[in-house]
T-cell receptor
């Protein structure tokens, strides 16, 4: 079974631009969650999608948005990029996510975003 | 949100046993405890999960006392390749199921 695939692996943008990151979950997984990780920081939860609906949201500004398609693939978008948005963006998939107490999360390798 | 507390960092030497403790005082009845390992520039990887008492797999053991307010990840005979950040996650329902703590940075020396 293929793992979680995130594209692109690396991305360089300038302040003010917008960016779209993609995540393809493991086949059969319906929950996709997104995280931001900056150097020295832990994993900051962005949002979770299940069956094309955003089910949970972290404490991030509205510049961060996402969506999920009918095939469970997900995208996240960051508009009006700021220098502080430079981070590793990770997505994780699971069968039903927060609906089960013993779910295991499967992470992709992430997209390393650099904002200049 | 359920909050987990772990030591920020730990040091060890090759061949030693390492125990990392996570505190989760607000754990709910149906919550599981899950540990993940993360190497630099990679996504976290599932290590072990448990509900109570002891769980063991090929890479680690997880000890959970009766009150379940803490858990201890035990790595037997660590090697240099075990140098990583270890996260404890209380797998409940809702948003807190997806909220990681700060993690423990384990450095294994030769």
């Amino acid at each position: 079974k293929a793992g979680v695939t995130q594209t692109p692996r690396y991305l360089i943008k300038t302040r003010g631009q917008q960016v779209t990151l993609s995540c393809s979950p493991i086949s059969g997984h319906r929950s996709v969650s997104w995280y931001q990780q900056t150097p020295g920081q832990g994993l900051q939860f962005l949002f979770e999608y299940f069956s094309e609906t955003q089910r949970n949201k972290g404490n991030f500004p509205g510049r961060f948005s996402g969506r999920q398609f009918s095939n469970s693939r997900s995208e996240m978008n960051v508009s009006t990029l700021e220098l502080g948005d430079s981070a590793l963006y990770l997505c994780a998939s699971s069968y039903i996510g927060q609906g089960s107490t013993n779910e295991k999360l499967f992470f992709g390798s992430g997209t390393q975003l650099s904002v200049l | 949100l359920a909050k987990t507390t772990q030591p920020i960092s730990m040091d060890s030497y090759e061949g030693q046993e390492v125990n990392i403790t996570c505190s989760h005082n607000n754990i709910a009845t149906n919550d599981y405890i899950t540990w993940y390992q993360q190497f630099p520039s990679q996504g976290p990887r599932f290590i072990i999960q448990g509900y109570k008492t002891k769980v063991t797999n090929e890479v680690a053991s997880l000890f959970i006392p009766a009150d379940r307010k803490s858990s201890t990840l035990s790595l037997p005979r660590v090697s240099l390749s075990d140098t990583a950040v270890y996260y404890c996650l209380v797998s409940g329902t809702g948003r807190r199921a997806l909220t990681f703590g700060s993690g423990t940075r384990l450095q294994v020396q030769p």
